[in-house]
């Protein structure tokens, strides 16, 4: 939200300094520090992300095969991959639904066409590989995080969900 916010003023910041490449990145840096924008705690967020997602893999791979669901009665347990791959179909459908959902209407019109249906099918596709044949029970929290990544999104489109997300933004000048 903080980098949709300030756009126009980083396409004004970058039409007037050109060709200046030291000059626009002194001046990009003075905006991301005006609305609060930390590129490194994006990256950082990833690299959180990863130790999460191994131990989940090592644990259901490891354990898995101790635990059962009326969830999935399909499959023995939480170890095992879907046969019918089924959770895998599942996750992918939700998550190029969650990915069509802009945050707010505001950043429903950023971004080319192609890039708003190509990478979620993209990424959809990606996941739906990656989850194959995984064990059933990653599936189920994946698919389980995305639909509450849907109710986020929803949740930040109503009324005070706004104000909540645009709490100490600055506006845009």
């Known amino acids: 939200m903080r980098q949709a ?13 050109g060709e200046d490449s030291e000059r626009l990145l002194q001046e990009t840096g003075k905006l991301y520090a005006k ?3 930390r590129p490194i705690s994006q990256l950082a967020s990833l690299l959180v992300q990863m130790p999460i997602l191994y131990a989940l893999y090592q ?7 101790a635990m059962s669901s009326l969830l999935v009665p399909w499959v023995a347990s939480f170890a095992q991959s879907d046969p019918w791959h089924i959770v895998p179909i599942a996750y992918a ?19 080319s066409g192609l ?5 979620p099918l993209l990424a959809t596709g990606l996941s739906l590989l990656f989850l ?3 064990p059933v029970a990653l599936g ?3 698919t389980a995080n995305k639909l509450y990544f849907i109710l986020e999104r929803l949740f930040f489109r109503m009324g005070w969900g706004r104000r909540l997300l645009y709490k ?4 845009a000048s």
């Open 140 to 142: 189920l929290y994946w």
């Open 35 to 37: 609305y609060g924008i």
């Open 115 to 119: 890039s708003r249906s190509l990478l």
């Open 168 to 171: 100490n933004i600055p506006e």
């Open 93 to 111: 459908a939700v998550s190029f639904v969650s990915m069509l959902i802009p945050l707010t209407a505001e950043l429903a019109g950023t971004g």
């Open 5 to 17: 916010r300030m756009q126009k003023e980083l396409q004004a910041v970058r039409a007037q300094c």
């Open 132 to 134: 194959w044949r995984m």
């Open 59 to 65: 644990l259901f791979s490891a354990h898995g095969s």
